[in-house]
């Protein structure tokens, strides 16, 4: 665990990048299907 | 993001996820791009970017958000006609517009998409020609991050993740793209617009 926390910014958990890199596969398919709405969404 | 990212590295760390994910999007759609639209679009979206700074707006950014909302739903619902081979003048007008008014609001995305949908009538070359010019526009911004400072090295291996899960989700849209029916992706494209606008407007309320 402790290797992998090594790649990640200061204080970011396992668990809250595994959230970002997730939420990514969802707002793109949005983005890339509607046209819009992704970056705002995965902003908040 | 908003949650988990620092706020210091939040526009930078967003703006860098914005790249890879636009990039892949024009790379996987790249067939349906109308590079004459781009070229046109970009060039007024340097003078845009040129005038913002040497204009000062009083207007509190709340009030410039919810007119924004305002004006995408005003564009999105009203029955105005497409601007069926927009002329040179026209295309370059609406990225020194755009490029200008997201430099006070924000929201830049959507803006160019409201302007880009009444240009195109078939919604899969709106949304290849949005991704082109939003690479674009973010890679202008990452780069003046990177000139004012920011180190992303540190972000680089989760930013590498989040873009190639990101590629995987274009993949996945561009799929849904392809196999939808038109008038259902103008719908979806309405309704998104719509809730982007509504949340720009509770920006007045808050």
Redesign the interface.
């Known amino acids: 665990m402790e290797s992998v926390l090594s790649f990640l910014p200061e204080g970011l958990t396992v668990l809250s990048a595994c959230l970002l890199i997730i939420a990514s596969f969802f707002t793109s398919a949005l983005t890339a299907s509607v046209g819009v709405g992704g970056g705002l969404l995965i902003l908040p | 993001?908003?949650y988990?990212?620092?706020i210091a590295?939040l526009i930078p760390v967003?703006g860098l996820?914005?790249l890879g994910?636009n990039t892949?999007?024009s790379y996987?759609?790249r067939d349906n791009i109308d590079w004459k639209i781009v070229r046109l679009f970009l060039f007024g979206s340097i003078f845009g970017a040129l005038a913002g700074p040497m204009l000062v707006v009083q207007l509190p950014s709340s009030i410039l958000k919810a007119l924004l909302g305002l004006f995408i739903l005003a564009v999105i619902w009203a029955k105005l006609p497409k601007i069926e081979n927009p002329s040179p003048i026209f295309v370059s007008l609406g990225g020194l517009i755009t490029t200008f008014a997201t430099m006070f609001v924000g929201?830049t995305?959507?803006l160019v998409?409201v302007f880009l949908?009444r240009v195109f009538s078939e919604?899969r070359k709106?949304?290849a020609t949005?991704?082109m010019t939003m690479t674009v526009q973010h890679l202008l911004k990452v780069s003046a991050f990177i000139f004012a400072g920011f180190a992303f090295w540190?972000?680089v291996?989760?930013i590498l993740?989040?873009?190639v899960?990101?590629?995987?989700?274009?993949?996945?849209?561009?799929t849904?793209?392809n196999k939808?029916p038109e008038q259902k992706?103008k719908l979806?494209?309405k309704i998104?617009?719509t809730?982007?606008a509504l949340?720009l407007l509770r920006a007045w309320f808050l």
């Open positions: 993001m908003t988990i990212v620092p590295a967003h996820v914005q994910s892949s999007r996987v759609q929201a995305g959507p998409a949908s919604h709106m949304v949005h991704g540190e972000w291996p989760l993740l989040i873009v899960s990101g590629f995987f989700g274009t993949k996945a849209g561009s849904i793209l939808m992706l979806g494209f998104v617009m809730l982007v949340d």
